[in-house]
């Protein structure tokens, strides 16, 4: 029972209104692993450089992770760097390193390929599709993606959509994968290249799920101060991959839960630099936030047919 996740592990430079950091442990799958690890093991598919630092290792070498698929090779380390706009709403990438990733080419370990649960974060669509081949029966495939891959890799990015079951994606990356304007139409859109539901990760205003029959929509657990946006989206995937893959069955029910989940990990997430933040989360924390969340949106409309004229 587990989850496998291949994505980037890396270094990042962050600069928002509240700080600077440089070099930090970051990457989708770090995100990823730290936030899902509260409901399933999660086993890590992914490479570093032989720079990466030892501080940087044991940040992620937490219980329910597996680093054993976490290649060292020769070479320098994935890097990337960020700045945010004051409101933190919108952040430009300064650059983007692949380093080490350019030549990846993952080789599961035979423990690995038999985990029915996969996330394919953020990286070389060539590189989530390699993962994907080498598992024997997966039962989830989830994926996620962003702007970089699908200016650079379309085609490829198109055809490992049609291998996944459910992506979870930003809306501004959900309009330019489609060309529509509107969020919601581009979910639609989005249901005709593969992917049987679409999560579209709204930042400060939540997530929205859409599936064949289903529409869900939740909002962001309101945070006081928010350090660091960084991985939030990641988390985000951390907590709704890791809240499915522990239900036994994909229905209505479970996945508007899960969605619950993702923003939950997702808050967590934006309250420190790097991964800091999802150091405080822990069973009691999770359940109060998903709990603060129900109340947060429960309402009923019985008597209210009599306030209409
Ligand atoms: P998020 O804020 O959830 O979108 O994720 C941010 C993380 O994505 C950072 O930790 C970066 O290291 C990582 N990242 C940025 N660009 C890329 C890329 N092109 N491929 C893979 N990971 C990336």
Known sequence: MGIAVVGSIGLDTIQTPAGR????????????SLAARHFMPV???????????????????????????????EGKTFRWEGVYSDDMNTRATIRTELNVFERFDPQLA??????????????????QRGVLEQLDRPRLVLADTMNYWIRNKRDELMETL????????????AREVTGEALTHKAARAILSLGP????????????????????????????ETVIDPTGAGDSFAGG?????????????????????????????????????????????????????????????????ARILR
């Open 110 to 127: 035979q423990r690995t390929r038999s985990l029915r649960n996969v996330f394919l974060a953020n990286i070389d669509p060539v590189l």
């Open 43 to 73: 086993s890590v598919v992914a490479v570093v450089g032989d720079d990466f630092p030892r501080e940087a290792r044991a940040l992620l070498d937490q219980p329910d992770v597996d680093l054993g698929g976490l290649e060292v090779q």
């Open 196 to 223: 049987e539901t679409v999560v579209i990760k709204q930042g400060e205003h939540g997530a929205f799920l859409q599936g064949p029959e289903v529409f869900f929509t939740c909002p962001a657990y309101p945070i």
């Open 240 to 304: 709704f991959v890791g809240a499915l893959a522990r239900m036994t069955r994909v229905n209505d029910h479970n996945l508007r839960r899960a969605v619950v989940y993702g923003c939950v990990l997702a808050s967590f997430a934006v309250e420190g630099f790097g991964v800091s933040g999802l150091a405080h989360a822990n069973r009691d924390a999770i359940l109060a936030r998903a709990e603060a969340i129900a109340d947060m949106t429960r309402f009923s409309l019985s008597d209210t």
């Open 162 to 173: 049609k291998r996944v079951r459910i992506l979870i994606i930003n809306e501004e990356e």
């Open 21 to 32: 950091v440089h070099e930090v442990l970051g990457g989708s799958a770090a995100y990823f």
